[in-house]
């Protein structure tokens, strides 16, 4: 099982249409169907996945560990190339990079079950203000 966390908080997950092994897509002709959830490993770069945009109702990265952080980088330059789906976030993603996510373009993250025992709700409602606590608002602020 798995955790989906926004930010209101854990949430009941409402995609319910599976998602596809990004291998699967691109080697096969599910490219021509639209409206799937599409999982895409953190070795694959955002320009990659440009050719699916109009096919993928929502993209999945994932987070092997906790200390690699290629995912931010993907989504973020997901959203600077015209990505306006849901991005979600999967896998060891920590509390504490929840803010972060959120910067650079992801809408949700996935955690297991477990991960959501050891970082309860209220961990990650701490970081759900990451529109109002940051070091660039700051910055334009005060210039």
């Known amino acids: 099982m798995a955790q989906l966390i926004n930010d209101t908080g854990f949430i009941t997950d409402d995609w319910t249409a599976g998602f596809r092994d990004w291998e699967a897509v691109t080697s096969s002709s599910y490219a021509t169907d639209a409206g799937y959830g599409l999982d895409v490993p953190n070795t694959v770069g955002a320009e990659q996945i440009k050719p699916y945009f109009d096919q993928a109702a929502i993209i999945r990265i ?21 990505y306006t789906g849901r991005i979600r976030a999967h896998g060891a993603v920590l509390a504490d990079q929840y803010a972060m996510a959120r910067r650079s373009g992801f809408d949700e993250v996935e955690i297991s079950d477990a991960l959501a025992t050891r970082q309860p709700q209220e961990q990650w409602l701490y970081r759900a203000n990451w529109k109002d606590f940051n070091y660039q608002s700051r910055l334009r602020q005060s210039a």
């Open 62 to 82: 994932d987070f092997p560990s906790s200390h690699d952080g290629r995912g931010f980088s993907i989504a973020r330059h997901l959203r600077l190339i015209g």
